[in-house]
């Protein structure tokens, strides 16, 4: 989050940046403020997500977009989903909720 930001911004800032796509954040669905990370130099963090669902604002096609972050773009369905090597704990969690709609 940039110094001055809302959350809602930011969630418009970095799916752009992620994706190439320009998102409008509907509802927020939840807080997350208890996840823990070790970055490579040891450096020990907690993490606060604020996990948003979001519409897309253009029509753009999903491609080959690539940056550093993003390792692959795409529509999935749920059991493409839980076949994807790729996906964190913390994000696994995420879904589930998302898709048993319990927000």
């Given at each position: 989050?940039d110094l001055?930001e809302?959350?809602a911004?930011?969630?418009?800032?970095?799916?752009?940046?992620?994706?190439?796509?320009t998102?409008?954040?509907l509802?927020?669905?939840?807080v997350?403020t208890?996840?823990?990370?070790?970055?490579?130099?040891g450096d020990?963090?907690?993490?606060?997500?604020?996990?948003?669902?979001v519409?897309?604002?253009?029509d753009?096609?999903?491609?080959?977009?690539?940056?550093?972050?993003?390792?692959?773009?795409?529509y999935?369905?749920?059991?493409?989903?839980?076949?994807?090597?790729s996906i964190s704990?913390?994000?696994?969690?995420?879904l589930a909720?998302?898709f048993?709609?319990?927000f």
């Amino acid at each position: 989050m940039d110094l001055g930001e809302s959350s809602a911004e930011t969630c418009r800032r970095e799916f752009y940046e992620e994706t190439g796509i320009t998102v409008e954040p509907l509802r927020l669905l939840n807080v997350y403020t208890n996840f823990e990370e070790t970055y490579p130099n040891g450096d020990k963090v907690q993490t606060v997500v604020m996990l948003y669902e979001v519409i897309a604002k253009t029509d753009k096609a999903i491609t080959d977009y690539q940056n550093d972050e993003t390792l692959r773009l795409g529509y999935f369905s749920r059991e493409e989903i839980a076949e994807l090597s790729s996906i964190s704990d913390k994000h696994r969690l995420m879904l589930a909720e998302y898709f048993a709609d319990e927000f």
